[in-house]
């Protein structure tokens, strides 16, 4: 079975945390749960970058009350399954 291609939510461990069909999906999800805001996560797909992470190495402070500092989103192949599912 082919793999298709979506985002993944990564906690700060490295662990993935949500998939998600679309940069839309992900952003809406992550200011709805106070991860992050929209920019960060597109920042975060074309950079690599982790949220709330500065280039010096340190952290910014999020002066909203997003809580997802170190976490970060990437493209990654899934099974289908794992997209079908991703709702439940």
């Not at 490295?14 to 998939?19: C, E, I, L, S, T």
């Not at 960060?40 to 975060?44: A, D, F, M, P, Y």
């Given at each position: 079975?082919?793999?298709?291609?979506a985002i993944?939510?990564?906690s700060r461990q490295?662990?993935?945390?949500?998939?998600f069909k679309n940069m839309a999906e992900a952003q809406r999800y992550c200011v709805e749960n106070?991860?992050?805001?929209q920019g960060?996560?597109?920042?975060?797909l074309e950079t690599g970058q982790r949220f709330y992470e500065a280039q010096d190495g340190g952290y910014t402070i999020s002066?909203?009350?997003y809580e997802?500092?170190?976490m970060y989103v990437r493209w990654a192949k899934v099974k289908p399954e794992v997209l079908e599912r991703r709702n439940r």
């Open positions: 079975m082919e793999k298709v291609k993944v939510l990564f490295d662990k993935p945390r949500k998939v106070m991860i992050c805001n960060w996560v597109t920042r975060s002066h909203n009350g997802g500092h170190g």
